[in-house]
């Protein structure tokens, strides 16, 4: 994966839908992972996320900001410990802001100072997967910006009409962004699929962390 003949590009890969490739450079990567481990320890650490029906997530999950429970914002960890959510903090909003730049250019005046102000953090062990579905709980529509850490992972894109077809499948390997937006903020997505040991040795992680920002709107 070093060493290849075409270099990744960034992608559009539907309307208002942006890769880039190795946004991250080393240092923030090392940073971010640190974070969330600092994140992921009790009170309203890393939980399992149980659904309405009575099934569990493959993920493992915490959150910042607000904590995100199927399917609603509280916050408390509801569905957990109880415990008070842990803060969002500034840096971490700022961060989803340049994302957002970066990926979709001089974003809408709507969203030029969006205020980022949660984070869903996940984490994929090698057996986990995220099914298809929308990030639809806020109460505005400014871009959904994803940052990825560890292990190389499948990412489904779809449409924002079924979980099914039309969709693109999207290789994001460690320190690559995924920005979503404008006519493409409400369209399915997921993780169909885990790499298992493909995480930069020098990360010193095993699995992937997938980090979330998002604005509430509420």
Same mark, same amino acid.
């Given at each position: 994966? $070093?060493?290849?003949?075409?270099?990744?590009?960034?992608?559009?890969?539907?309307?208002?839908?942006?890769? &880039?490739?190795?946004?991250?450079?080393?240092?923030?990567?090392?940073?971010?992972?640190?974070? %969330?481990?600092?994140?992921?320890?009790?009170?309203?650490?890393?939980?399992?996320? !149980?659904?309405?029906? @009575?099934?569990?997530?493959?993920?493992?999950?915490? %959150?910042? @900001?607000?904590?995100?429970?199927?399917?609603?914002?509280?916050?408390?960890?509801?569905?957990?410990?109880?415990?008070?959510?842990?803060?969002?903090?500034?840096?971490?909003?700022?961060? /989803? !802001?340049?994302?957002? !730049? $970066?990926?979709?250019?001089?974003?809408?005046?709507?969203? !030029?100072?969006?205020?980022?102000?949660?984070?869903?953090?996940?984490?994929?062990?090698? @057996?986990?997967?995220?099914?298809?579905?929308?990030?639809?709980?806020?109460?505005?529509?400014?871009? &959904? &910006?994803?940052?990825?850490?560890?292990?190389? %992972? *499948?990412?489904?894109? @779809?449409?924002?009409?079924?979980?099914?077809?039309?969709?693109?499948? *999207?290789?994001?390997?460690?320190?690559?962004?995924? *920005?979503?937006?404008?006519?493409?903020?409400?369209?399915?997505?997921?993780?169909?699929? *885990?790499?298992? /040991?493909?995480?930069?040795?020098?990360?010193?992680?095993?699995?992937?962390?997938?980090?979330?920002?998002?604005?509430?709107?509420?």
């Amino acid at each position: 994966m $070093d060493a290849e003949l075409f270099p990744r590009e960034r992608t559009q890969v539907a309307p208002g839908a942006v890769h &880039v490739p190795d946004w991250l450079d080393p240092g923030r990567r090392r940073e971010l992972l640190e974070a %969330c481990r600092e994140w992921a320890r009790p009170p309203a650490g890393l939980r399992t996320v !149980r659904t309405p029906g @009575g099934g569990t997530m493959t993920a493992r999950q915490v %959150c910042l @900001g607000r904590h995100w429970y199927p399917y609603g914002y509280a916050r408390t960890v509801v569905d957990g410990d109880g415990a008070p959510v842990k803060p969002f903090p500034e840096w971490l909003g700022e961060l /989803g !802001r340049r994302a957002a !730049r $970066d990926a979709l250019g001089e974003p809408q005046a709507a969203h !030029r100072e969006a205020a980022y102000d949660i984070a869903l953090i996940n984490f994929y062990d090698a @057996g986990a997967h995220m099914g298809m579905h929308r990030d639809s709980d806020e109460k505005s529509d400014a871009p &959904v &910006v994803s940052l990825s850490l560890g292990d190389t %992972c *499948v990412f489904r894109f @779809g449409n924002t009409e079924t979980r099914t077809r039309p969709y693109t499948d *999207v290789e994001l390997r460690s320190g690559d962004l995924f *920005v979503f937006g404008g006519p493409s903020r409400l369209a399915y997505h997921g993780v169909p699929k *885990v790499y298992p /040991g493909t995480a930069p040795p020098e990360l010193g992680l095993t699995g992937r962390l997938n980090i979330t920002l998002r604005v509430s709107g509420l």
